[in-house]
């Protein structure tokens, strides 16, 4: 990956609100730029999240403080309602494609992965074709002189590495539990809990704008 431009070093908290913001510019574009409430969900949402937050809206707002003056997050105004609403600019200021693009996000929110997580993990972002285009992207991504992700020493026991961003620290990685659930009901269960959560932030911004129009 060529890029002249420095990459920048992110907190925790800019790595999960840049992280959600990409997630949801792919999965959910009919709620895409996002409002605060939205963004508040979808950071603190229990699936495709490690390791689980909480976040209040103080937090929320000052971490997209710190990444509009970094140049990666920006606002958009316009239109009948009030609600400013948000957009990551990451593909604008990196010439990144979206099948690297998905794979940075999914580092930012679920930390290190295999080649074979990422292409399991991808599947509502982007599309790949095959472990082998997964695995010629993240080559891509380790080249230049900004790499952004680096592959991670085996540890004992572990048959395949593990990569991880370069857009700042990354918590150690810790085995998920197992679980009886395949990948296909665990795709399902992540999809009704993100309708859910779309659901009860088009409520909040309801509410907050009825509040505004009677106050």
């Given amino acids: 990956m060529e890029s002249n431009q420095t990459l920048p070093i992110l907190s925790a908290e800019e790595q999960r609100v840049l992280g959600s913001l990409i997630e949801k510019s792919r999965t959910t574009p009919d709620y895409y730029p996002m ?23 103080e937090i929320i707002v000052k971490t997209l403080d ?17 609600v400013v609403k948000f957009k990551h600019n990451l593909g604008i200021v990196f010439p990144l494609v979206p099948s690297e693009l998905s794979i940075i996000c999914i580092l930012l929110l679920r ?14 972002l982007y599309e790949f074709d095959s472990l082998d285009e997964v695995q010629s992207s993240l080559e891509k991504l380790r080249e230049g002189d900004a790499p952004f992700v680096k592959v991670l020493e085996r540890r004992p026991g572990q048959k395949e590495v593990r990569y991880v961003h370069l857009l700042g620290d990354v918590p150690e990685y810790v085995a998920e539990p197992s679980s009886n659930l395949n990948t ?18 088009e409520l909040k911004d309801a509410f907050n704008k009825l509040m505004a129009e009677l106050s």
Avoid: F, H, W
Wanted: aromatic share 2%.
């Fill in 66 to 82: 710190s990444l509009k003056k970094k140049g990666l997050v920006s606002t958009v105004t316009g239109g009948t309602g009030r």
């Fill in 111 to 124: 930390g290190a992965q295999t080649a074979g997580e990422l292409n399991t993990n991808s599947g509502r």
């Fill in 35 to 57: 409002s605060l409430n939205g963004l508040q969900s979808a950071c603190n949402q229990k699936t495709s999240r490690s390791p689980i937050v909480q976040y209040d809206e």
């Fill in 184 to 201: 296909a009901s665990m795709e399902m269960l992540e999809s009704r809990v993100e309708t859910l959560e779309k659901e009860l932030s």
